[in-house]
């Protein structure tokens, strides 16, 4: 169970990377609207303001992180909603009274990852979610959860993948776009 501010949320959509493609976008929203979430966290690289559209029309609050990509990162800023929140990258937040990192990448794929399950090692964090690298990766390291949700754009593998982390049961199913 996650608590962000005063909800308390069960299921979290996590996504990353998803370059401007509308059509991949619109169909994350339908099935993340149609599940349920309480929550959609995006790990950037939205790339334009206009790639927002389909989230704020979604009406799911939003958690989204500038992406190495996302160079209209001002104008994405003054487009978004006041309930909803802009971070740089990498960025701490609270999830259910317990420390979460979420960024979207540093320089290589190789080097992404390594910080990812640095952190997770560490035992600081409840869940370590990163993007950047367009790889599914989830996995358990001791008490931490390590989730990239992959590609929402399918560009560089292919594959168009958004994650929903039920946050009671710590677990992660992975949904094919």
């Given at each position: 169970?996650?608590?962000?501010?005063?909800?308390?949320?069960?299921?979290?959509?996590?996504?990353?990377?998803s370059h401007?493609?509308?059509?991949?976008?619109?169909?994350?929203?339908?099935?993340?609207?149609?599940?349920?979430?309480?929550?959609?966290?995006?790990?950037?690289?939205?790339?334009?303001?206009?790639?927002?559209?389909?989230?704020?029309?979604?009406?799911?609050?939003?958690?989204?992180?500038?992406?190495?990509?996302?160079?209209?990162?001002?104008?994405?800023?003054?487009?978004?909603?006041?309930?909803?929140?802009?971070?740089?990258?990498?960025?701490?937040?609270?999830?259910?009274?317990?420390?979460?990192?979420?960024?979207?990448?540093?320089?290589?794929?190789?080097?992404?990852?390594?910080?990812?399950?640095?952190?997770?090692?560490s035992e600081?964090?409840?869940?370590?979610?990163?993007?950047?690298?367009?790889?599914?990766?989830?996995?358990?390291?001791?008490?931490?959860?390590?989730?990239?949700?992959?590609?929402?754009?399918?560009?560089?593998?292919?594959?168009?993948?958004?994650?929903?982390?039920?946050?009671?049961?710590?677990?992660?199913?992975?949904?094919?776009?």
């Amino acid at each position: 169970m996650i608590l962000f501010g005063e909800v308390i949320l069960l299921l979290v959509g996590i996504l990353s990377d998803s370059h401007d493609d509308l059509n991949s976008l619109e169909r994350a929203m339908e099935i993340l609207q149609r599940t349920g979430v309480d929550e959609i966290i995006h790990l950037g690289d939205l790339v334009s303001p206009f790639a927002l559209k389909p989230i704020i029309n979604s009406g799911i609050p939003f958690i989204l992180l500038r992406g190495n990509n996302d160079a209209e990162s001002l104008v994405t800023i003054m487009t978004l909603e006041s309930n909803n929140i802009y971070y740089s990258s990498p960025t701490e937040i609270e999830l259910n009274e317990k420390k979460t990192l979420i960024f979207h990448g540093f320089g290589s794929k190789d080097l992404t990852e390594f910080i990812a399950i640095q952190a997770a090692s560490s035992e600081k964090y409840e869940f370590v979610l990163y993007g950047h690298t367009h790889e599914l990766h989830i996995e358990k390291i001791d008490s931490s959860m390590v989730i990239n949700p992959g590609e929402v754009c399918g560009k560089l593998t292919g594959r168009r993948t958004i994650v929903i982390l039920d946050t009671r049961e710590k677990d992660a199913e992975v949904i094919d776009l």
